[in-house]
């Protein structure tokens, strides 16, 4: 295994904007457990919409987790912002 050292931007509560040795742009680290959360409500709407594309509680789910991914992004543009860095996109 080799040892690097990144450099945190900035910390969140589940999450921080990291900077790799060698990479342009920093990338966003996601707890594990906070990134399976998301991933469950995503599959799990996707599921129920299949199922039933009316769910209103699936479709709760959806903008539910598209809210979370919105504050994660949000996060990251604003730590990149505080540095100066230009977005990846």
Known sequence: MSQEQAQ??????NWAVVQ??????????VQGDTFAALWTQLAGAARMLREDPGNGEALDDLDDAVRGAAELLRFY???LAERGIQRPY
């Open 20 to 29: 790799l040795p060698g990479r342009t742009f920093p990338g966003l680290h």
């Open 77 to 79: 543009e604003a730590a």
């Open 8 to 13: 945190v931007l900035s910390r969140g509560a």
